[in-house]
């Protein structure tokens, strides 16, 4: 796990971040987009506004994506809003769907426009080095649905992209809540495998310490954990165990979205988890695409093939026998009951 060097003053952090943002940014020609993640009120949106706040000041003004539909509203200016172009209340109305429904609903009619955003980034990846996304509050709709599996696909196909999961240390403070907060991370990786940033916000309200020392030694979150002694001491270790392996590589920062705390060691995580991306996960996303485009190619000369025999067979004159429905009035077989014997 990378945590904040403790032993070093804020001062050598801050030169040393910033020398690794100049000396990554040389090395980039696209912009890294950043998606952000996490538990309702763990601060994604404070966190978006505040980083905006915090790149102007570097004079390096981000490209900005909202994709909460149902946010009432941002403290900040976005160059796409999802709210822009759909109105979730009325998704709710048209369709009789709940608020998560209707969410839902909205983020994936977003997405059937997203080639649309890529193409607006696109044009303007030479202005902004950072594109920020802002998600939905639950993080469930995003993580559990088809359309962030597309807009996460869509940008990790094209350019460095970077998960930065934000953690409310303050609700936190509970083992078993942190547990949970952990393990929703530990399966978030897995399904996009996309590097990850670990924020611990609020630090502003509370010392991340303790969460910190809980990832770097599991001994001492074991015993922070089986204070409450149920039956769930078994699984308790077997989940802490496997917590332990994912910890190990999993960048961490302690932040504050309120004060802009520990942005300095933010930018350069993110600049790290981008340069892991390039080494490590785009030739794996490349190996995918291609995989998929020989399957794409496998189908499209099967279909091909498929037209020719049926040409070949005098398939006109089979379809007319099967468009006419048999006289047992059997709904389900069409055509003669002899050409169905099954
Ligand atoms: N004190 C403090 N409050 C914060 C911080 N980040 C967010 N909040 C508050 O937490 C609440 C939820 O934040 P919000 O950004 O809306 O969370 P989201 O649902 O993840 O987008 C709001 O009342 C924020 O003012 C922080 O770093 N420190
Ligand atoms: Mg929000």
């Given at each position: ?11 050598t ?7 690794n943002?100049?000396?990554?940014i040389?090395?980039?020609e ?35 994506v909202n ?5 009432l509203n ?14 979730y209340k009325?998704?709710?109305?048209k369709y009789g ?8 609903t ?7 426009n ?18 920020l ?30 998960i ?18 952990m ?9 996009y495998k996309?590097?990850?940033i670990?924020?611990?916000?609020k630090?502003d ?6 969460a910190i ?9 074991e015993?922070?954990i ?6 769930m ?8 165990s ?40 785009r030739p ?6 291609q995989?998929?485009?020989v ?8 279909d091909l ?10 398939v006109?004159?089979r379809?007319?026998s ?7 009035e059997d709904?389900?077989?069409f055509?003669p009951?002899k050409?169905?014997?099954f």
């Amino acid at each position: 796990m990378e945590v904040d060097q403790e032993s070093k003053t804020t001062e050598t952090m801050q030169s040393d971040s910033t020398q690794n943002i100049n000396q990554t940014i040389l090395n980039t020609e696209q912009p890294i987009c950043v998606i952000t993640l996490g538990m309702a009120g763990s601060g994604k949106s404070s966190l978006i506004s505040k980083l905006i706040t915090y790149l102007y000041g570097k004079n390096m003004p981000p490209y900005v994506v909202n994709c909460d539909p149902a946010c009432l509203n941002t403290d900040y200016l976005c160059n796409v809003d999802i709210r822009d172009t759909i109105h979730y209340k009325n998704v709710m109305q048209k369709y009789g769907l709940g608020p998560n429904g209707s969410i839902i609903t909205s983020l994936n009619l977003f997405v059937t426009n997203f080639d649309q955003v890529i193409g607006l980034i696109d044009k303007r990846k030479e202005q902004h080095k950072y594109v920020l996304f802002d998600t939905p509050g639950q993080v469930e709709v995003f993580t559990w649905s088809a359309s962030g599996s597309i807009i996460t696909e869509a940008l990790a196909s094209k350019y460095p992209t970077v998960i930065l999961f934000v953690i409310d240390t303050v609700r936190s403070h509970n083992p078993t809540t942190f547990m949970s907060n952990m393990l929703y991370a530990c399966s978030i990786v897995y399904k996009y495998k996309l590097p990850m940033i670990v924020a611990l916000n609020k630090n502003d309200v509370i010392d991340t310490k303790f969460a910190i020392e809980w990832m770097q030694n599991s001994e001492i979150f074991e015993a922070a954990i089986n204070k409450d002694p149920t039956y769930m001491a078994c699984l308790n270790q077997a989940l802490t165990s496997a917590l332990d392996i994912f910890y190990q590589d999993l960048p961490v920062v302690s932040i504050s979205a309120k004060t802009g705390q520990g942005f300095d060691n933010l930018i350069a995580s993110i600049h790290t988890a981008a340069k892991d991306y390039e080494e490590n996960y785009r030739p794996e996303i490349e190996r995918r695409k291609q995989e998929e485009q020989v399957r794409q190619l496998n189908r499209e000369t099967n279909d091909l093939k498929l037209n020719e025999d049926n040409a070949e067979d005098n398939v006109p004159e089979r379809n007319d026998s099967l468009a006419k429905p048999n006289n047992d009035e059997d709904l389900i077989t069409f055509g003669p009951k002899k050409s169905f014997e099954f």
